[in-house]
Each structure stands twice: as structure tokens, then as C-alpha cells.
């Protein structure tokens, strides 16, 4: 799977050890930056995280901070993106299974890199439910169209 993930600066250690991983499960990693753990803002990363999968430029996107909780919420502002928090397997399984999340979002302060990863492993693994999941979906893109749902 092609999967881009960027961080800030809180969020770039659990990056490298992330971006590391999913090239070693046989992934192909856009590392979109930041590229050091110097103080830098957030949104100008994960939207470019958001962008690539938006485009179709890659299938899975991951964006990392300090808390994960700006991450989601910038990397939400772009059109067709469902970014879900996790930190922990339940959370990233149900985002998949009931929401199709195409971005993860995690807090470096938040996870150990270790239980990251599983977070990163059950989240890909999990399909979507679809059925009455995906009309829900479907509302959700309405309401991003400016329609009711």
C-alpha cells in the first residue's frame, strides 16, 4: 500500500520510527516532513498528508503531533478526508470497520512507538463494514458538499 505521513516537530520521532516500519511491512512511505523535531506548525503538513490521499496519490495517509488532536482536526478540512484519532486497537479497528478513516491521527506524546505500531498494523488490516455504514458515509460527503444530509 502507498501511505503518506508527516508530523511536526512532537510528532517526528514517532514519524522516522513509523515511516521505518511500514517500508519493513512492505509499504511504500511519502514522508511529506517535517524532516527534524525544530518547533514548526502542524497544519501545513497534514494537509499535505490529506491532499495525497484526497488525489488518490496514495490509498492510506498517517498524521502525527504532539497529541494527534489538531492533526485530525486540520487534516478534516480537506474535502473526502475521514480522519480519526487513535490511540488505542479498538479505536483504529472501529474507524475502519464503521467510518473508512483514510487518515490515522496519533500523539507522539500520546503512544509508544511500540503500540503504535500495532495501532498502524490493526488500522490497515481492518476492512470497511460498508452496509448501513456507508450510507453514513455517504451523508457525511453531503454535508462536505454543503448538502443536507
Avoid at 520510527?17 to 514548526?40: C, M, Q, W, Y
Avoid at 495517509?61 to 479498538?90: P, T, Y
Avoid at 490493526?122 to 451523508?139: K, V
Wanted: charged share 25%.
Amino acid at each position: 500500500m502507498r501511505i503518506a505521513i508527516g508530523s511536526d516537530h512532537a510528532g517526528f520521532a514517532l514519524k522516522q520510527e513509523l515511516a521505518a516500519f511500514l517500508r519493513e511491512e512492505g509499504h511504500e512511505v511519502v514522508d511529506v516532513g517535517t524532516d527534524s523535531s525544530e518547533p514548526i506548525d502542524y497544519p501545513v503538513y497534514c494537509l499535505l498528508v490529506a491532499r495525497a490521499v484526497a488525489d488518490g496519490a496514495v490509498e492510506r495517509g498517517i498524521v502525527l503531533g504532539g497529541s494527534g488532536q489538531g492533526e485530525q482536526i486540520a487534516a478534516n478540512k480537506v474535502r473526502g478526508i475521514r480522519a480519526a484519532l487513535c490511540h488505542d486497537l479498538w479505536m483504529a479497528q472501529m474507524a475502519r470497520r464503521h467510518n473508512d478513516a483514510n487518515v490515522l491521527s496519533m500523539g507522539g506524546r500520546v503512544v509508544a512507538p511500540d503500540y503504535a505500531k500495532e495501532i498502524v498494523r490493526a488500522w490497515l488490516a481492518t476492512p470497511f463494514d460498508g452496509g448501513r455504514h456507508a450510507r453514513r458515509i455517504e451523508q457525511i460527503a453531503r454535508i462536505e458538499r454543503g448538502e443536507q444530509p
